[in-house]
T-cell receptor, first 111, second 115 residues
Framework: AQSVTQLDSQVPVFEEAPVELRCNYS??????LFWYVQYPNQGLQLLLK??????LVESINGFEAEFNKSQTSFHLRKPSVHISDTAEYFC?????????FGTGTRLQVFP | DVKVTQSSRYLVKRTGEKVFLECVQD?????MFWYRQDPGLGLRLIYF???????EKGDIPEGYSVSREKKERFSLILESASTNQTSMYLC??????????????FGDGTRLSIL
């Protein structure tokens, strides 16, 4: 069965520091990969997705993720975080129309 | 933009009650989903519907049922609510793609407490 592993349940960082949220997936077939963000008391919003083509994908708010097929990873990075990036981040894989989610990483940005 | 609307943000019910959670989407999506979200467990799929009157069990369907009589509306039913069903419930929708390349769009969630 497919699975997604987010090794870090919490990541505390200071404002303007770089951050990496790790995501590994298990799959023997081609999959589509997503990162979602959940701000407090809200539903999930799509942050970025990898479907095909360039292995580096970017979001409009400065996050990027790199698909690495050999390491089955899709880590999320941002070179300089803001207080407003405080949220929970979910990695997901889609072998079919149903998503398989990781357990989430809580990013806490401190001033 | 896609709008997925869940009827209640917060709901408090008693054990044994029959509970209905409603979800409506406005983008003519074929797929609709119900998840529950618990700390440390991420999102777990309860039920999935790919068309009107069509449904498929997810990972944790026990104690739940669903109804999809119209394309835009997907209801989650707790037949006899129990305290272990206290959770955040999230509804989502997506275009049918068959292969998973369409993102899901989520509602804001219903925080359900069973007392």
């Amino acid at each position: 069965a497919q699975s997604v592993t987010q090794l870090d349940s919490q990541v505390p960082v200071f404002e303007e520091a770089p951050v990496e949220l790790r995501c590994n997936y298990s799959s023997s077939v081609s999959v589509y990969l997503f990162w979602y963000v959940q701000y407090p008391n809200q539903g999930l919003q799509l942050l970025l997705k990898y479907l095909s083509g360039s292995t580096l994908v970017e979001s409009i708010n400065g996050f990027e993720a790199e698909f690495n097929k050999s390491q089955t990873s899709f880590h999320l990075r941002k070179p300089s975080v803001h207080i407003s990036d405080t949220a929970e981040y979910f990695c997901a894989v889609a072998p079919t129309d149903k998503l398989i989610f990781g357990t989430g990483t809580r990013l806490q940005v401190f001033p | 933009d896609v709008k997925v609307t869940q009827s209640s943000r917060y709901l408090v019910k008693r054990t044994g009650e029959k509970v209905f959670l409603e979800c409506v989407q406005d983008m003519d999506h074929e797929n609709m989903f119900w998840y529950r979200q618990d700390p440390g467990l991420g999102l777990r799929l309860i039920y999935f519907s790919y068309d009107v009157k069509m449904k498929e069990k997810g990972d944790i369907p026990e104690g739940y049922s669903v109804s999809r009589e119209k394309k835009e509306r997907f209801s989650l039913i707790l037949e006899s609510a129990s305290t272990n069903q206290t959770s955040m419930y999230l509804c989502a929708s997506s275009l049918w793609a068959g292969g998973g390349n369409q993102p899901q769009h989520f509602g804001d969630g219903t925080r359900l407490s069973i007392l």
